[in-house]
């Protein structure tokens, strides 16, 4: 029997490979709208981050979001993302 292969993908915190189920991802979606989509299906670009606060506050204090998603984000929408992910826990 072959051994199926677990998608691996970075974190832009903690800079870690890690199979993709325990990560979420940001989006942007093709109007420019940045989400955080839970079910890593969403269509646009997207980035990784831990389910932990910290590895989100050092991605952003790096502006790692905005290079990993090629757009510019307001501090608005990082607080609505911060929020989604510690409802999230």
Avoid: H, W
Avoid at 14 to 27: G, H
Avoid at 39 to 60: D, H, L, M, Q, S
């Amino acid at each position: 029997m072959k051994v199926k292969k677990i998608p691996q993908r970075m974190c832009l915190g903690c800079m870690q490979m890690k199979p993709k189920k325990e990560l979420i991802r940001v989006v942007r979606n093709k109007e420019g709208e940045v989400n955080l989509d839970l079910t890593g299906k969403a269509p646009g670009r997207g980035a990784y981050i831990c389910r932990n606060v910290e590895c989100f506050e050092k991605a952003y204090k790096a502006k790692k979001f905005e290079r990993a998603l090629e757009v510019t984000i307001s501090p608005e929408v990082y607080e609505k993302l911060k929020e989604e992910l510690e409802s999230g826990q």
